[in-house]
């Protein structure tokens, strides 16, 4: 069964970045499409971005666009999600998720395997 941990979440500047790692094991991260995710309080969970399981297709909502960039190492069974000029409304807890290939960038609901989530806080 596929274990997923997120790290890198933390207290920026707005305009900051951050780097967020989401670590898999117990079994090939190469075998599942990767989703991250984020909920703020009293807000829905929402996707903020995505990627095929070969990395080759990747999608950003539209509040993050230009700003976020998501990417994959197999070969490390680690996705990343490279966080740029962060706004106070990113701050919420950010969880990375998986689905079966050659499923990927499915709704929330959809998905098979959840890590804990990593809290971004963005405030001065």
């Known amino acids: 069964q596929l274990q997923l941990v997120e790290s890198g979440g933390g207290l920026v500047q707005p305009g900051g970045s951050l780097s967020l790692s989401c670590a898999a094991s117990?079994?090939?991260?190469?075998?599942?499409?990767i989703g991250w995710f984020r909920q703020a309080p009293g807000k829905e969970r929402e996707r903020v971005s995505c990627?095929?399981?070969?990395?080759?297709?990747?999608k950003y909502a539209e509040s993050v666009k230009g700003r976020f960039t998501i990417s994959r190492d197999n070969a490390k069974n680690t996705v990343y999600l490279q966080m740029n000029s962060l706004k106070p409304e990113d701050t919420a807890v950010y969880y990375c998720?998986?689905?079966?290939?050659?499923?990927?960038?499915?709704?929330?609901?959809?998905?098979?395997?959840w890590g804990e989530g990593t809290l971004v806080t963005v405030s001065s």
């Open positions: 998720a998986a689905e079966r290939a050659p499923f990927y960038c499915s709704p929330s609901t959809r998905m098979n395997y």
């Open positions: 117990g079994d090939t991260l190469g075998s599942y499409g």
């Open positions: 990627i095929s399981s070969s990395g080759g297709d990747t």
